[in-house]
C-alpha cells in the first residue's frame, strides 16, 4: 500500500495526532489552536481531507492515524530521492556530505548504518 501525499500543514497535524492518539476530535482542535493557531472548522476540514485520503480515521469523534510517521518519513524521503537525484542514494550522500560539515562520530555512524 502506498503511503497517501501529505502536504507540510497536513504533517504538522499529524505530529500532533501521533502524540496523543487516539484522540476526541474536540480536544484535538483544542490542540491545535494551541500549537498551530488553528480554528476549530479548519481542524476539522483537515480531518475531513486526510480521512479521505486514508492518512486518518475519525469514528465516534475519536482520531487515530491509519499511517505512521515512518511511514510518511519514508515515502517523502522516496519522492525527494526520486525527484531530486533520480532516485541514487549516493548522488544524495555526496551532496549531503558537501553540504553538511561531518564529525568523526557523524562519519563512523554513518559507516555502521551502511556496514548493516
Not at 23 to 37: D, V, Y
Not at 60 to 89: H, P, R, Y
Request: proline letters at 3%; aromatic letters at 8%; glycine letters at 2%.
Amino acid at each position: 500500500m502506498s503511503v497517501p501525499k501529505i502536504f507540510e500543514s497536513e504533517y504538522r497535524f499529524c505530529l500532533i495526532l501521533w502524540k496523543h492518539e487516539p484522540i476526541n476530535s474536540t480536544q484535538l482542535a483544542r490542540i491545535c489552536k494551541e500549537e498551530l493557531g488553528w480554528s476549530r472548522t479548519t481542524t476539522y476540514t483537515v480531518i475531513k481531507r486526510l480521512s479521505d485520503r486514508g492518512v486518518v480515521k475519525n469514528e465516534n469523534a475519536t482520531v487515530s492515524s491509519l499511517v505512521s510517521k515512518e511511514e510518511v518519513q519514508a515515502s517523502e524521503m522516496d519522492e525527494f530521492m526520486e525527484k531530486t537525484f533520480e532516485g541514487s542514494l549516493p548522488a544524495f550522500i555526496a551532496a549531503f556530505a558537501r553540504r553538511q560539515e561531518l564529525s568523526e562520530k557523524d562519519i563512523e555512524e554513518i559507516r555502521k548504518i551502511i556496514e548493516k
